[in-house]
Nanobody
Framework: QVQLVESGGGLVQAGGSLRLTCAAS????????MVWFRQAPGKERELVAF???????YRTTSVKGRFTISSDNAKNTVYLQMNSLKPEDTAVYYC?????????????????WGQGTQVTVSS
């Protein structure tokens, strides 16, 4: 019943910015967690940022100070604001969600997934 639709990916130069959007539809959870994962070619999928229904957030160390995860007041849309982009940020970025608020860093913990959006940062 839950559908996640991602947008905002693209090609940018190093130092530039992008804002990724994940729009959720098809249901409302009283408790939830939404996350951004990314996967670069030849690399394992890694958790980038986390936000839950209590407003708790997490960002992996490599993006602290550059990326911000946020949601709108209705909790229907989650954003990933990416500033000061680096070539190593190049990856497919995936939005994912689960119907509980607990923190989890493993992809298998999340049962709803977007289709992925490509972010490419050139040097």
């Amino acid at each position: 019943q839950v559908q996640l639709v991602e947008s905002g990916g693209g090609l940018v130069q190093a130092g530039g910015s992008l804002r990724l959007t994940c729009a959720a539809s098809g249901g409302t959870f009283s408790r939830y967690a939404m996350v951004w994962f990314r996967q670069a070619p030849g690399k394992e999928r890694e958790l980038v940022a986390f936000i839950n229904s209590f407003g708790s957030t997490y960002r992996t160390t490599s993006v602290k100070g550059r990326f911000t995860i946020s949601s709108d007041n209705a909790k229907n849309t989650v954003y990933l604001q990416m500033n000061s982009l680096k070539p190593e940020d190049t990856a497919v970025y995936y939005c994912a969600a689960k119907g509980s608020s607990d923190y989890a860093s493993q992809p298998r913990a999340y049962n709803y997934w977007g289709q992925g959006t490509q972010v490419t940062v050139s040097s």
